[in-house]
């Protein structure tokens, strides 16, 4: 199976995906909590627990995109080391 995008798309977007996927999962628990100190206020946003929802959505999302960018990086480097399986 040859790689779909490059060498530098597929790791930046590996490393890129991870801190997402961390940042916004910290985001989402603090608006899941309504963290008072994070929100700014007791009331504010009035449905913490749909926001949560949107923004671990968007984590299912870069989670995606982290398993398909690994896959790439690997089929990269699975290629530079000759282990591709080729008939020729």
Do not use: D
Not at 4 to 19: D, K, M, R, T
Not at 55 to 82: D, E, G, K, M, T
């Amino acid at each position: 199976m040859k790689p779909v995008v490059s060498v530098l798309n597929a790791w930046s977007c590996v490393v890129i995906s991870l801190f997402a996927i961390v940042i916004l999962s910290v985001l989402g628990s603090l608006y899941k909590r309504e963290h008072p100190s994070f929100t700014g206020s007791e009331g504010e946003p009035e449905n913490g627990a749909a926001v949560a929802a949107s923004i671990f959505a968007a984590v299912l999302v870069y989670c995606a995109f982290f398993v398909f960018c690994a896959f790439q990086a690997y089929l990269h480097v699975r290629s530079r080391r000759s282990g591709a399986i080729s008939l020729s």
